[in-house]
């Protein structure tokens, strides 16, 4: 009896061990998908010009901090002459949980779509985008991107390089 009851409380602990072992289901690695739009400001070069204008992004993280995004931003409001831009770019992102705020870093690589004054040309060009900002979390699905800076750097357009800087702030839906 004694013998029973020793493998059996040898079996219950060995059970309790090998249970604090596993990764409970809800830590596992997995995608975080996330779609939001912004509004923007912008700084053109070409000309000093202040261009208004909205984005749309996607944002698939992992729990380990990386992740990626997708964005494209639409500079068309407040043109003079008709000059406006188009930009589509996709690159890693970097970000970190600080309490309710999520700092992060990117840096994205895409296409610009540049519209010269007066409907005289369009021309498409590589963009470098580098940037940075933060979300605020209000529940578990939803951000408001409070604010995020770029610069953008157009290295082959057409007149020598160009760059812009630009601010936008928005929301961010979590889809799962």
Same mark, same amino acid.
């Given at each position: 009896m004694r013998t029973a009851l020793g493998l059996l409380a040898l079996w219950l602990c060995g059970a309790v061990a090998v249970g604090a072992q596993t990764v409970a289901s809800a830590t596992v690695d997995g995608p975080l998908l996330s779609v939001g739009g912004t509004a923007s400001a912008f700084l053109l070069q070409y000309g000093e010009r202040k261009m208004l204008g909205a984005s749309a992004f996607v944002d698939a993280d992992t729990r380990r901090h990386f992740g990626l995004e997708a964005e494209a931003r639409w500079l068309i409001f407040n043109q003079?002459?008709?000059?406006?831009? $188009?930009?589509? $770019?996709?690159?890693?992102?970097?970000?970190?949980?600080?309490?309710?705020?999520?700092?992060?870093?990117?840096?994205?690589?895409?296409?610009g779509e540049f519209n010269f004054p007066y409907n005289y040309a369009h021309g498409s060009y590589l963009v470098i985008t580098p940037g940075a900002g933060t979300d605020f979390r209000i529940n578990h699905r939803i951000r408001l991107r409070l604010v995020d800076f770029e610069y953008q750097y157009w290295p082959q357009f057409t007149y020598g390089p160009l760059s812009s800087v630009g601010i936008s702030s928005g929301i961010r839906f979590r889809i799962f």
């Open positions: 003079t002459a008709n000059v406006h831009d $188009s930009t589509y $770019s996709i690159g890693p992102r970097y970000f970190r949980q600080v309490g309710r705020f999520e700092p992060f870093a990117k840096g994205l690589v895409g296409i």
